[in-house]
């Protein structure tokens, strides 16, 4: 599987961003699929994860209640809804796919995108 996230960029706090992760290959449909977001001089971290099948999500305490993680399997597309952005979701954000459902491990994953830039600043 490879992964290809778009559609970071430089918004405003409070702004929204929606972040996109096309996969290739016929084998899309039975990932889980994460986001995680590094910061400079900070490790990688959990943000949101999706089952296969859509039915099971799970967010980072930071973002819950304010980014959604979605899919469109006839697609082969894994989508990041952000809003109410704060300058500290500032990072690069990658996708990722894996096999185990629900984890926020970034280990677990199997393949990963190549990052997108998301900066939030006045």
């Known amino acids: 599987v490879q992964l290809q996230a778009s559609g970071g960029g430089l918004v405003q706090p409070g702004g929204s961003l929606k972040l996109s992760c096309a996969a290739s290959?016929?084998?899309?449909?039975?990932?889980?699929m994460g986001w995680f977001r590094q910061a400079p001089g900070k490790e990688r971290e959990f943000v949101a994860t999706?089952?296969?099948?859509?039915?099971?999500?799970s967010y980072a305490d930071s973002v819950k209640n304010r980014f959604t993680i979605s899919r469109d399997n006839a697609k082969n597309t894994v989508y990041l809804q952000m809003n109410s952005l704060k300058s500290e979701d500032t990072a690069v954000y990658y996708c990722?796919?894996?096999?185990?459902?629900?984890?926020?491990?970034?280990?677990?994953?199997?393949?990963w995108g190549q990052g997108t830039q998301v900066t939030v600043s006045s």
């Open positions: 999706i089952s296969w099948n859509g039915r099971v999500t």
């Open positions: 990722a796919a894996g096999l185990v459902t629900g984890t926020s491990t970034p280990s677990r994953y199997d393949y």
């Open positions: 290959g016929r084998t899309f449909r039975t990932y889980n």
